[in-house]
């Protein structure tokens, strides 16, 4: 037991159809349950109760035990001087406030429904990636469609955080903020590091100046990364590394360590080399690709702006020295990889954008577009599909990364509006 649950069951009037008296006798009858504080004072602000004869309105402190409002000094804050109710576990001693007056107290021990603490302490006790996988039941559509909207909107208010900070770092510049998250998400996960350190050391300005010639982007995306540190008998790589070295010498250029980057369990196709080289393809075939994301209005348009098209074929076996047969990769991006750069970079930027600047048509904007993007495949949508949720958008796709990272793996039960529903389910 802890407070955490007392106060939600405050919070949602589970007691409002009993009978309930203080512990002096007095009846109590809840209007308001007041509005959950989070930050320091009393759990519940602008409650309206009826004690007795007397309508009050005021704060409500929440504890396990009554003897808590001492340990805690609440006697001495003049924060918790307008609290109208004690509502505790378990009565031990009166208690009183600054003012030496006796707080009402509400004794929940004997009325709490057994089926919800029962239930909130699988929850509690839950092994399982999904805390309620084993006792889910999905909610009506109205409860879904509401929790996967305010999700989709939370996962997005974090990403802005990152965007903020570079925000910061780039002296409030949105072309160098884009430079940087589109190459860190160029990396994935599991080059998400190297790409994010490239994009550092390697300024959007020396690129600016050389992407007019494809060979010279791509010398300065691939010498940065280090990757051209290697011995190659291939012609190509060997122009490449010539180029970088006179560009290195021109721009002062440091490389990063080659043993940064991960080969490992990727397909060819993802290897960081392929990677690099299709963002040295992207920056050599844009132009200020910030300010032409905010004037799209269509996805279709954003789509075209992501989309990589070269012909060129690049030896993968060359590029990272391992033996083996000669398999040449095309550097053209896949409908695949474009949809998650529009998830994970397009649609944060725009949306964040629109908060930077107080206007709402963008963040409206960012937010259809994930509406009309198509699901994301991981194993978070395959976990939640296996319980009979299939995602049928970005949206819902993003709404289910935020309800695995911020309130399952937290096991914030109470926070959530599943968790809600299966309490509420078994307490009717």
Known sequence: MNEELLQYIWRYKYLLNQKLQTTRGEPVQIILPGQLNRDSGPDFFNARLQLGNTIWAGNIEVHIKSSDWKKHKHQLDKAYDNVILHVVLEHDEPVFNRFNEELPTLELKKLLPQNLLTRYQYLKQSQGEIPCEKIFELPDELITGNWFERLSVERLENKCIYIFELLKETNNHWEHVFYRVIARYFGQKINELPFELLAKQLPMNVLARNKHNLLQTQALVLGVSGLLNNQFNDDYLLVLKREYNALQNKYQLTSLDKSVWKFGKTRPANFPTVR?????????????????????????????????????????????????????????????????????????????????????????????????????????????????????????????????????????????????????????
């Open 276 to 428: 690099l080289l299709q963002f040295a393809e992207l920056v050599h075939q844009s132009t200020h690709l910030f300010a032409k994301l905010i004037d799209i209005t269509y996805l279709q348009e954003a789509e075209h702006l992501f989309t990589i098209k070269s012909e060129q074929l690049v030896n993968t076996a060359a590029m990272h020295s391992k033996k083996q047969q000669i398999k040449m990769t095309s550097l053209q991006t896949g409908k695949g990889f474009v949809n998650l750069l529009l998830i994970n970079v397009a649609v944060p930027i725009l949306f964040a954008y629109g908060k930077w600047i107080q206007e709402e048509q963008y963040g409206n904007r960012a937010l259809k577009w994930l509406n009309q993007l198509k699901p994301e495949e991981n194993n978070i949508t395959t976990k939640w599909r296996k319980l009979g949720l299939h995602a049928v958008n970005a949206k819902q796709t993003q709404a289910l990364i935020a309800l695995n990272n911020y309130y399952c793996k937290q096991k914030q039960c109470l926070r959530c509006a599943f968790g809600n529903h299966i309490l509420n389910k078994n307490n009717e």
